[in-house]
């Protein structure tokens, strides 16, 4: 492909826009950044509208924006799938997580893992939840690479230049650099900010696209007498739809329980000014998943525009394969100015929720690793400068994993994490409700979730997380993350009930009731 220079101008200016907006955060709401508590958490100090922005760029990702669309474009419906469980999820932030944040509140809690600690007051669970929460997020940071590197490659620039003999991906390392710079510099309050400036260009991004390009193709109706029946429906008709439906149930239900477990959702939570504000993004947030439900029929309009039959873009469907379906119908469809704001929305969509990411990584190394095994008696400016470093490393980490394998890999290891943070539930979100579970049996519980789910998605080649569960003689397709933590959760009531019954010596707990009511 050759370089657009209106599309790359336009793009260039919006993320040097947003380059500046990370590093001039440093100056808003000046507070001493040295501090966890204000470079990991903002001090806690975002209201509604912050929180919507930092929650929505957190949760709906570059790649997001891409694969979900491209799923549309090669499976047709089933790629639907990450709009209802979206939705459903809401609910469950709106019960649990205020409570959550209460209790974070009253007792200085940065991470899950904290809470975990001063509820049940055990280091070695506390260590389990931290060490999953870290391995989940390294292959989310890699998936954001990706679709920079997607975009990267819409705009016709060489992802590697030869440099002393060696292919350098120096656009990328450039954007890493950025986003290294002004995440160590200003923490939360610099995602927070380039948050709301990635909100207003996806929208406008989707807003324009799911009207200009369908009437460019006739209509709605015209897109979708172009698909095939078999695209348009969910379960298609056949001997398996029972089992199709109970595995595209369970991964909706698996899904929306993991995702605000994720670390950095949970660090957008926790930065909340209120409980209050938690509860009315529980309501607002829906809008993104309604942005989400528009911009995934672009998938279909992408299949009727025939994207993949045009010369100019194979080699980037040979590169990236269905992800180059919507950074090519933009090329396509719009101007080259406009393909430049699309494709800056796209980029800083990735910066924002890697940046968040790393942000939590960084609190929950230093939090439940540094201070907890390695040097206790830190003091606060030991604690922040730990943290920085562990967020940089962090994206080190994830840069090394984009540059050294196959983008697939990162594929299948998120789809592991989310299996993976899955098993946190019981410690963290049943925690909430109840501490009749022993600390131990939780241990035995997360260890047998976390064993039995790799096995599942490892004897599927890591190519699927749907499992083939034989029961009384039948296969029941079924998310591996919910068999997982069934079998967890049934390990810690077991253990618990034994360890309860041995151990009689009172356990520590740090929280009383009234901590929970924001």
């Known amino acids: 492909?050759?370089?657009?220079?209106?599309?790359?101008?336009?793009?260039?200016?919006?993320?040097?826009?947003?380059?500046?907006?990370?590093?001039?955060?440093?100056?808003?709401?000046?507070?001493?950044?040295?501090?966890?508590?204000?470079?990991?958490?903002?001090?806690?100090?975002?209201?509604?509208?912050?929180?919507?922005?930092?929650?929505?760029?957190?949760?709906?990702?570059?790649?997001?924006?891409?694969?979900?669309?491209?799923?549309?474009?090669?499976?047709?419906?089933?790629?639907?799938?990450?709009?209802?469980?979206?939705?459903?999820?809401?609910?469950?932030?709106?019960?649990?997580?205020?409570?959550?944040?209460?209790?974070a509140r009253k007792h200085n809690y940065v991470t899950a893992a904290d809470y975990v600690r001063g509820r049940f007051g055990n280091r070695h669970l506390a260590l389990a939840v931290a060490l999953t929460g870290l391995m989940a997020t390294v292959p989310y940071v890699a998936l954001q690479l990706v679709g920079m590197?997607?975009?990267?490659?819409?705009?016709?620039?060489?992802?590697?230049?030869?440099?002393?003999?060696?292919?350098?991906?120096?656009?990328?390392?450039?954007?890493?650099?950025?986003?290294?710079?002004?995440?160590?510099?200003?923490?939360?309050?610099?995602?927070?900010?380039?948050?709301?400036?990635?909100?207003?260009?996806?929208?406008?991004?989707?807003?324009?696209?799911?009207?200009?390009?369908?009437?460019?193709?006739?209509?709605?109706?015209?897109?979708?007498?172009?698909?095939?029946?078999k695209m348009l429906l969910l379960v298609p008709p056949s001997e398996t739809s029972a089992g199709q439906g109970i595995a595209y149930a369970s991964l909706a239900v698996g899904s929306l329980l993991a995702l605000f477990l994720y670390p950095h959702s949970l660090t957008g939570i926790l930065s909340s000014a209120s409980s209050s504000s938690i509860r009315k993004n529980a309501i607002l947030l829906p809008i993104y998943s309604l942005a989400l439900a528009l911009l995934a029929l672009l998938g279909y309009t992408a299949v009727a525009a025939n994207i993949k039959g045009m010369p100019e873009y194979a080699a980037g469907f040979t590169a990236f394969g269905n992800n180059f379906a919507i950074p090519a119908l933009f090329l396509h469809s719009f101007p080259g100015w406009f393909a430049g704001v699309a494709f800056a929305a796209i980029a800083i969509g990735a910066l924002v929720p890697a940046s968040i990411m790393a942000i939590a990584s960084g609190n929950l190394y230093t939090r439940n690793i540094y201070k907890e095994f390695i040097n206790p008696n830190c003091s606060e400016a030991q604690e922040g400068r730990a943290a920085k470093l562990a967020s940089l490393t962090m994206k080190l980490f994830a840069l090394g994993f984009v540059l050294l394998f196959q983008t697939s890999y990162a594929i299948q290891l998120q789809l592991l994490g989310g299996v993976w943070i899955c098993q946190t539930l019981p410690s963290v979100l049943i925690a909430l409700y109840t501490r009749a579970l022993h600390p131990v049996a939780l241990l035995a519980g997360w260890a047998t979730g976390m064993i039995s789910?790799?096995?599942?998605?490892?004897?599927?080649?890591?190519?699927?997380?749907?499992?083939?569960?034989?029961?009384?003689?039948?296969?029941?397709?079924?998310?591996?993350?919910?068999?997982?933590?069934?079998?967890?959760?049934?390990?810690?009531?077991?253990?618990?009930?034994?360890?309860?019954?041995?151990?009689?010596?009172?356990?520590?707990?740090?929280?009383?009731?009234?901590?929970?009511?924001?």
């Open 1 to 103: 492909m050759t370089v657009n220079p209106v599309a790359l101008t336009v793009f260039l200016l919006l993320f040097a826009l947003v380059a500046c907006l990370g590093f001039v955060a440093t100056k808003w709401r000046k507070a001493d950044l040295h501090s966890v508590h204000e470079w990991g958490l903002g001090g806690r100090s975002f209201g509604t509208l912050i929180t919507w922005f930092l929650l929505g760029g957190d949760l709906y990702t570059a790649y997001t924006f891409i694969a979900v669309p491209a799923a549309m474009y090669g499976a047709g419906a089933t790629g639907f799938f990450a709009v209802p469980y979206t939705i459903l999820m809401y609910p469950l932030l709106f019960l649990c997580f205020p409570r959550l944040w209460a209790v």
């Open 149 to 229: 590197q997607v975009v990267i490659a819409a705009l016709g620039i060489p992802s590697s230049w030869a440099l002393g003999g060696f292919a350098v991906p120096v656009p990328l390392l450039i954007a890493f650099m950025v986003l290294a710079a002004y995440t160590y510099s200003s923490g939360l309050r610099g995602t927070a900010l380039t948050a709301v400036v990635k909100d207003v260009l996806i929208y406008v991004t989707v807003l324009t696209a799911i009207i200009v390009i369908p009437s460019q193709l006739g209509g709605y109706e015209k897109v979708f007498s172009t698909i095939d029946t």
């Open 453 to 518: 789910g790799t096995v599942m998605v490892y004897q599927l080649s890591l190519k699927s997380t749907t499992y083939p569960l034989d029961l009384f003689g039948y296969t029941v397709p079924c998310y591996a993350a919910i068999i997982a933590l069934i079998l967890n959760i049934a390990v810690a009531v077991i253990g618990s009930v034994i360890m309860n019954a041995i151990d009689k010596s009172p356990r520590l707990d740090q929280t009383v009731p009234s901590d929970y009511v924001g």
